[in-house]
């Protein structure tokens, strides 16, 4: 009998304990399903307010005029009096939406960021001086700078004569890769299949390359928006100076090179046909949401004098990681009530405490 009544208890003991792992795992499964579903409602939340953020950006491209400064809004406090004329009209109101890829706060949980794209350089068409300096900032070998140049403009180009340096069909048939398109890039990614470009690994870190080019326009890359490597590869000029520029333009945008001047003390070597200080048609919108580890960026075109399609087209939307240029960011509020933010008051707190 005792030994009936020992092997009973040990059996109870392994069933209690047997129940007790079993209820272990069962509330761990519950609190990993819990989990993943309110991140999965979270992150369906955020696109949802991404959405809406990107509608109501896509209004004001389509609805509201530009100024020097640089997108209007219409319930801002400062209005555009119509009766001006347009010199007058085109100077900054002060609550304008910057379109120096300038962080803001969306609807909801969303943030967003406008950068013109007139402010960028065209890597299909500028000089081989801009784009050597560019490439030198990104962090290329002065010795590799001309050869990629060569090739990218092989690349491009329309004919079969390869540069000093270059490479043409028959240079990319040693490696095994496909040949050139001779066109226009259509992406600014797609650098990487022209010769040795994909190696330099310090272009596409953080999207460098991409963040700071485009594609569309053949205009000088407009003082008011551009990066500051922008302005140091396109208008040669020191880091300081860039940054003097960058400053002094979020209090009063430049509208003539006699005021770079004044700023910088350097005298720009710029055809006055080539000024620009005015944003472009083209629009980069950078789209994420608090606590993403991803962001979207929609490539838009304005077009209000097209016949039989929309006042404005997506050229393209990407999606990657959310860069740190925009996580590391303090948001601006927006003059306006079609953005309600759902982070404004959290901000405000963590500010006052500073």
Do not use: C
Request: charged content about 20%; proline content about 5%.
């Amino acid at each position: 009998m005792k030994n009936q009544h020992g092997f009973v208890l040990v059996t109870t003991l392994w069933v209690l304990a047997m129940l007790t792992l079993a209820a272990s795992f069962f509330a761990l499964w519950t609190q990993r399903t819990l989990t993943i579903a309110q991140t999965r409602q979270a992150d369906i939340q955020g696109e949802i307010d991404m959405l809406s953020t990107q509608a109501n950006v896509i209004y004001l491209l389509t609805t509201q005029p530009f100024t020097l400064g640089g997108l209007t809004v219409p319930d801002a406090p400062d209005t555009i009096d119509k009766s001006k004329s347009y010199e007058d009209s085109i100077l900054p109101v002060g609550t304008e939406i910057a379109v120096d890829d300038r962080s803001y706060f969306g609807h909801g949980k969303a943030f967003f960021a406008l950068q013109d794209e007139g402010g960028l350089i065209n890597i299909n068409i500028e000089t081989e001086q801009t784009l050597g300096r560019l490439l030198g900032l990104l962090g290329v070998e002065a010795k590799l700078r001309a050869p990629l140049i060569a090739k990218l403009k092989d690349y491009i180009d329309l004919d079969d004569l390869h540069r000093a340096n270059g490479a043409e069909s028959y240079h990319y048939e040693q490696r095994n890769l496909p040949p050139p398109t001779n066109r226009y890039l259509k992406h600014q990614m797609e650098t990487k299949r022209v010769l040795d470009w994909a190696e330099q690994t310090t272009l596409w870190e953080n999207h460098q390359l991409r963040q700071l080019t485009h594609l569309y326009l053949a205009a000088r890359s407009n003082i008011n928006t551009a990066p500051s490597l922008v302005l140091q590869a396109a208008y040669n000029l020191s880091a300081n100076n860039a940054e003097r520029i960058i400053k002094m333009r979020e209090r009063m945008p430049f509208y003539t090179l006699k005021g770079v001047f004044q700023v910088t003390g350097i005298q720009l070597d710029v055809d006055p046909l080539e000024e620009n200080f005015f944003p472009s048609e083209y629009s980069r919108l950078t789209l994420w949401y608090a606590g993403a580890r991803r962001m979207r960026q929609v490539h838009i075109e304005l077009t209000p004098n097209a016949e039989k399609i929309k006042p404005w087209q997506i050229e393209s939307s990407l999606e990657f990681e959310l860069l740190p240029i925009y996580a590391d960011k303090f948001p601006h509020h927006v003059q306006t009530t079609l953005f309600i933010s759902d982070q404004l008051s959290v901000f405000s707190d963590q500010s006052s405490k500073f």
